[in-house]
């Protein structure tokens, strides 16, 4: 059955869904969860896999002169090209104004801004699209607003009546953390048994607040009362951008602590970030920040939850972008990660000015399309690289099926945007598995190349697959 807010939410929705001619809304039949068959994977509570494919989606499209109806009609558009090419997960931000339900006073919501996270969540239910319910994101509590306003919140300064004279006030007081979990247990009267809502997650980038707070220690305090509410949903935090050896301990701290059910990592292209990893291959990047949460051994499931290219120092998105039509950067920070170990793909930041401005949606079907069929808490995975002279290869190996991504090293971001250079023509490329492939001597090699959305089959002859030729990349399949 329809909970009540799910058919509150229905309503508000029913008249521009068929005035649009759209299918009815369907409630999504189950949880999602950590897989009890392997905690580095995810799974519905009916114990089927779920793979994450989505992308942050923060707030909804903004229309010239469009009321809120308006804009929800466009999120409609978003969701729908997402999840008409495998898609099937998306993070908001209920801090944002749009959504906002604490927006005059601090400690009171607004119930006509609650109406509109229903109808956002009912939407997403009738396209099967989990949500991540990102709480807040600010990073100064100040008597007024700014430039940069996004991250300041004045309603909690004193100045406004709020608890607070500044962010580590507001953090370590415990009125004000009484008053956090008064805002959680309003979003748990309407969305406690909600199945849309993939996790919540306490704060954007919780170590980028400014004025000083035990952000660790807030958390720590404030996962048992997520649990507590949120008893069906996945529950979690956030940091700013690995890109300096500075936030290790922090993101071990956080990866390993209790409560904190998937471990997160944000990670740029960014020319001004420490790490020199940060400035190299968008693919060596992101499977490097996997491998630095799993090097800590969290015993859950990893996720890179933020990623994508900036001008140097987060100043602004990449004036790469204009130049990436076919989705080079997109396409790498999907794949990466999952075949470097992650639960899934990984998740682009700038939904609007690149993913959508690119139309570059089909790309989200073609990973979809590579891992069709597959079951990683059956797999038991183990992620590997396997040597070659001319490609980067991430494999999976699991107890069925041995599953490779084949990166071009000759082609990336700097060769075919930065310098103009086409990517080349890999032809009579061969990739030995060695020990990787035993067991699977008697399969046929299922070959995928996800430029060209073609399959094909190749042999195994002892370890080895014969490739055919591709651009940038390709996927190996061997399942027994």
């Not at 999840?83 to 006509?112: K, T």
């Not at 997160?264 to 292209?269: A, D, E, I, K, T």
């Not at 399309?369 to 059956?378: F, N």
């Not at 070959?447 to 073609?454: F, L």
């Amino acid at each position: 059955m329809l909970t009540r807010h799910r058919w509150i939410a229905i309503w508000i929705v029913a008249l521009p869904a068929l005035l649009l001619g759209a299918p009815s809304p369907a409630e999504p039949p189950a949880y999602v969860r950590v897989s009890p068959r392997d905690a580095r994977y995810f799974e519905t509570d009916d114990g089927r896999p779920y793979i994450p494919i989505g992308l942050n989606m923060v707030y909804p499209p903004f229309v010239k002169d469009g009321d809120a109806r308006a804009r929800l009609a466009a999120l409609e558009s978003w969701l729908t090209k997402l999840s008409s090419n495998g898609g099937n997960y998306i993070r908001v931000w209920l801090g944002n104004d749009f959504y906002n339900p604490e927006d005059h006073h601090a400690g009171e919501y607004d119930l006509e801004k609650a109406r509109r996270i229903d109808a956002m969540l009912a939407l997403a239910a009738k396209h099967g699209i989990r949500v991540k319910m990102t709480i807040e994101h600010f990073r100064v509590v100040a008597p007024a607003r700014s430039k940069a306003s996004w991250a300041l919140q004045p309603l909690h300064h004193v100045s406004r009546g709020g608890l607070a004279s500044g962010m580590r006030d507001w953090m370590d007081s415990p009125a004000a953390r009484r008053q956090f979990v008064g805002k959680l247990e309003f979003l748990a009267g309407r969305y406690r048994d909600e199945p849309t809502v993939y996790g919540w997650e306490l704060w954007n980038e919780m170590n980028a607040v400014q004025g000083g707070g035990d952000y660790l220690g807030w958390t720590a305090a404030m996962l048992p009362e997520l649990h507590r509410l949120f008893p069906h949903h996945l529950c979690m935090q956030s940091l700013g951008s690995f890109d300096r050896d500075s936030v290790r301990p922090t993101y071990r701290a956080l990866a390993t602590m209790p409560g904190n059910d998937v471990a997160q990592v944000h990670r740029y292209l960014d020319p001004g970030a420490k790490l020199d990893v940060c400035h190299g291959p968008v693919d060596v990047l992101a499977a490097d920040a996997v491998r630095e949460l799993l090097g800590d051994r969290p015993g859950k499931p990893v996720i890179l939850a933020e990623s994508g290219a900036v001008e140097a120092n987060h100043s602004g998105p990449s004036k790469l972008y204009a130049k990436d039509k076919r989705g080079a950067i997109l396409h790498d920070i999907l794949f990466a990660p999952f075949f470097a170990g992650a639960a899934g793909a990984g998740q682009c930041w700038h939904w609007d000015d690149y993913v959508d401005a690119n139309d570059l949606w089909w790309q989200f079907s073609r990973f979809a399309a590579s891992v069709k069929g597959l079951d990683p808490p059956a797999e038991a995975f183990e992620p590997l690289m396997i040597n070659h002279p001319d490609l980067r290869v991430y494999a999976l190996r699991g107890r069925h099926t041995l599953i490779a991504w084949c990166r071009d090293k000759a082609s990336d971001w700097k060769s075919e945007l930065a310098d103009g250079t086409p990517p080349r023509r890999v032809s009579g490329a061969a990739v030995d598995f060695g020990a990787a492939a035993q067991g699977f001597s008697r399969a046929t090699p299922r070959i995928y190349d996800p430029w060209a959305d073609r399959w094909t089959e190749a042999k195994l002859d002892g370890a080895v697959v014969k490739l055919p030729d591709f651009e940038r990349s390709i996927v190996v399949r061997i399942e027994k």
